[in-house]
Nanobody, 115 residues
Framework: QVQLVESGGGLVQAGGSLRLSCAAS????????MGWYRQAPGRQRELVAS???????NYADSVKGRFTISRDNARNTAYLQMNSLKPEDTAVYYC?????????WGQGTQVTVSS
């Protein structure tokens, strides 16, 4: 049973930073892609950033230059460093991992940015 466990969310003032972590348990294989999505109240879930096992990254335009995704393949762990946070970054952030076309999801962690 594969589980993704996020940590690192919380409350921060605008301009501050947070680092999210996503650790996979129960998995002995490497995920093809790991990423982060977010969902704000009343809005659809959206991709924030993703990274392949080879290190290729993709970012939403709204976070480019502020967020950095990384991963540790040996530990099947992904990270999201979030700098210069804005109130509009407030959302539940979900870790995502893909292998052979199957999607795995974490339970989500709340990020709240106060103005």
């Amino acid at each position: 049973q594969v589980q993704l466990v996020e940590s690192g969310g919380g409350l921060v003032q605008a301009g501050g930073s947070l680092r999210l972590s996503c650790a996979a348990s129960g998995s002995i294989f490497r995920f093809d892609t790991m990423g982060w999505y977010r969902q704000a109240p009343g809005r659809q879930r959206e991709l924030v950033a993703s990274i392949t096992s080879g290190g290729h990254t993709n970012y939403a335009d709204s976070v480019k230059g502020r967020f950095t995704i990384s991963r540790d393949n040996a530990r099947n762990t992904a990270y999201l460093q979030m700098n210069s946070l804005k109130p509009e970054d407030t959302a539940v952030y979900y870790c995502n991992a893909i292998r052979l076309g199957y999607y795995y999801w974490g339970q989500g962690t709340q990020v709240t940015v106060s103005s």
